[in-house]
């Protein structure tokens, strides 16, 4: 769901003796002062330096997708940059490291790294220093694994930049505490592949390299992730939440905790309960849906309906839910109705609970949300409280409308008519707005 930013282009010519003085005074440029990186100056620097035959590289995956990072590297307070680009070869990538000295722009290091692809680069703080290191995740053509260096800067040191590469391979990588030391630590992620094994390894930093402290298995039926990223997970727990998609297309959700009692990395919804609650169709990821801080992950059904209802007209709901971190269960912290095929979330309020029910008609893209009670054993329909309509921009006449206009998302209009049956189940237009949640599919 994120979307790439898009940037520029460059190639350096090299000067085999690495980063020169004369190198610096010709392609100096005007930096701004303080935190306002502007690429675009950047580039202009980099132009200086190129004779056209160049590939920018923009990072895969992770946080940061520019080709062009800008990025405080010597905590001065003005952004510094990294520029990422490949010559005609191909076979290389350069790591263009800009600092802002003195108000120029000019390169400290031009780093030739071996790969033909960069995952991500991400920036934390492996060793506690309060300075950022840099993680830099790449492939190469012989394999689909990710190589990770680490790169670090010193000003008092030359080169002021150092690259170690280590020996670890990955598939996705997550960054974050997870052993509560103040230090971040790297969790890798690898898939199930041939002679490689599905599981998640914990690195800390220790002394001067990065050291595998724990690992833990991991579903080897998933064949992608999703989304993988550091969260709270509980009070005193965070971890990675995995949404990962299987061979056969559904998505399930992993959470991969360390756990200093034992000391050990563990993925407890995986290891002992309720991993297969969280396997749906939807494709829909683990997030902080109800804005407390703790990460929901998403459980999916049908609302109430009867077994021989059309099970395509019955809306779905998702229950958002936080691990428990104790008992390794499920707890529901939020409920919405689920309308995939015209883009939103409709968050339940809590009195509807168990009393309400919601139809889709896909043809006149209507979910209508029904009071509903058992007679026996059959459910019964009964006061419809509101119907959600939307509508192609372009087909939609307000003045002919019986429906209310409450928002607008790209080319769709979202409309609402409140039932006429006096209930107090029911909600007005400004509540409907409030428990409304388009969403990216
Ligand atoms: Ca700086
Ligand atoms: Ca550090
Ligand atoms: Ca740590
Ligand atoms: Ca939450």
Redesign the pocket.
């Known amino acids: 769901m994120k979307k790439l930013t898009a940037l520029l282009c460059l190639v350096l010519i090299l000067l085999l003796s690495g980063c020169s003085a004369l190198s610096l005074n010709e392609s100096s440029i005007m930096c701004p002062p303080k935190a306002t990186g502007n690429k675009a100056d950047i580039q202009k620097l980099i132009d200086k330096q190129t004779s056209g035959d160049y590939v920018l590289k923009y990072p895969k995956n992770g946080s940061n997708r520019s080709s062009i990072v800008m990025h405080?590297?010597?905590?001065?307070?003005?952004?510094?940059a990294i520029a990422f680009y490949s010559d005609k070869s191909g076979e290389h990538i350069h790591a263009l490291f800009v600092?802002?000295k003195n108000s120029d722009y000019v390169i400290i290091e031009d780093v030739l790294i071996e790969a033909t692809t960069i995952d991500r680069i991400e920036f934390c703080d492996l060793n506690a220093d309060s300075k950022c290191e840099i993680i830099l995740g790449y492939s190469r053509s012989t394999s689909s694994q990710n190589v990770m260096s680490i790169f670090t800067y010193n000003k008092d040191a030359s080169p002021v930049i150092t690259q170690n590469e280590t020996p670890y391979t990955y598939s996705s990588l997550v960054t974050g505490d997870f052993d509560k030391d103040k230090s971040d630590d790297i969790l890798l992620i690898s898939l199930y592949s041939g002679d490689i094994a599905a599981r998640a390894q914990l690195l800390v930093f220790s002394g001067t390299e990065l050291v595998e402290v724990s690992s833990a298995e991991l579903d080897s039926d998933i064949t992608q992730l999703a989304s993988a990223t550091y969260g709270q997970i509980s009070d005193d727990s965070y971890g990675a939440i995995l949404d990962g998609v299987s061979s056969t297309g559904d998505y399930t959700t992993q959470v991969v905790l360390f756990d200093s009692s034992r000391p050990a990395l563990i993925n407890p919804l995986f290891s002992y309960s309720g991993y297969s609650l969280t396997r749906r169709s939807t494709q829909i990821c683990s997030t902080d849906y109800n804005k407390d801080n703790l990460i929901d992950i998403p459980i999916c059904s049908l609302m109430l309906h009867n077994e021989d209802d059309d099970v395509n007209t019955i809306a779905r709901r998702i229950d958002w839910n936080n691990l428990d971190t104790d008992t390794y269960t499920l707890n529901t912290s939020q409920s919405a109705i689920f309308c995939s095929a015209d883009g939103y979330l409709l968050t339940m309020p809590q009195k509807w609970s168990e009393s309400v029910t919601a139809r889709y008609d896909k043809t006149n893209r209507e979910l209508s949300i029904y009071t509903c009670e058992y007679s026996g054993s059959k459910l019964v329909l009964k006061d419809k409280l509101i119907t959600v309509k939307a509508y192609f921009d372009e087909n939609y006449e307000k003045s002919s409308s019986e429906y209310t206009e409450f928002m607008r998302v790209g080319a769709t209009v979202y409309t609402y008519l409140i039932g006429s049956a006096d209930n107090y189940l029911s909600i007005t237009g400004d509540e409907l707005s409030s428990l409304f949640m388009p969403v990216n599919l």
């Open positions: 405080d590297l010597d905590h001065d307070d003005d952004e510094d600092e802002c």
